[in-house]
């Protein structure tokens, strides 16, 4: 089976603090997604990429960054953060045409 | 841009009682999918449907997607407890590649 791990399941950070979200997929897929998930808007697509160094924006990039430095690993940053990024972090991937497999989740609190 | 929306937004339902989701769009969708997410983790593919009119059937989980390819629906018979999470819909675009998601509908069922 397809494994997405995320490196945490729970991170609390104070307002203007830079944030690393790390995504470790094991099924050599070259697709890889970031996505924030809020109480009645949905999944909303940040960034995702479809290669090494390679990156796309997404519907809502304002605010974060991404790297993919090797195939296997998508990291999300926060540069500066904010109370209004509290939220549900998803990284997924996906193989080609495929259904996505999504990781467990980053529950994220700006205070 | 591509939108679609679920209904129910919230369903609670007895433990044996059967029911139906919607996901609807004024889009046409080369494929569509749905995921169950349960709480604190990410979704789970349930299953894929590519064709006009094409029904699935998973043990208790009947999915349709309509003639037209714009809507869909998920149907439960004899609902569980452990059926109890979000049920989110995702529309591909007609390569195949974007995919959008449905804000989800959220169903309880109680023992």
């Known amino acids: 089976d397809v494994k997405v791990t995320q490196s945490s399941r729970y991170l609390v950070k104070r307002t203007g603090e830079k944030v690393f979200l790390e995504c470790v997929q094991d099924m050599d897929h070259e697709n890889m997604f970031w996505y924030r998930q809020d109480q009645g808007l949905g999944l909303r697509l940040i960034y995702f990429s479809y290669d090494v160094k390679m990156k796309e924006k997404g519907d809502i990039p304002e605010g974060y960054s991404v790297s993919r430095e090797k195939k296997e690993r998508f990291s999300l940053i926060l540069e500066s953060a904010s109370t209004n990024q509290t939220s549900m972090y998803l990284c997924?991937?996906?193989?080609?045409?495929?259904?996505?497999?999504f990781g467990s989740g980053t529950r994220l609190t700006v205070v | 841009t591509q939108l679609l929306e679920q209904s129910p937004q919230f369903l609670s339902i007895q433990e044996g009682e059967n029911l139906t989701v919607y996901c609807n769009s004024s889009s046409v969708f080369s494929s569509l999918q749905w995921y169950r997410q349960e709480p604190g983790e990410g979704p789970v593919l349930l299953v894929t449907v590519v064709t006009g009119g094409e029904v699935k059937k998973l043990k208790r989980l009947t999915f349709q997607f309509g003639d037209a390819r714009k809507d869909s629906s998920l149907h439960i018979t004899a609902a569980q407890p452990g059926d109890t999470g979000l049920y989110l819909c995702?529309?591909?675009?007609?390569?195949?590649?974007?995919?959008?998601f449905g804000p989800g509908t959220r169903l309880s069922v109680l023992p």
């Open positions: 995702a529309g591909a675009d007609n390569y195949g590649q974007n995919f959008v």
């Open positions: 997924a991937t996906r193989g080609g045409i495929y259904g996505y497999t």
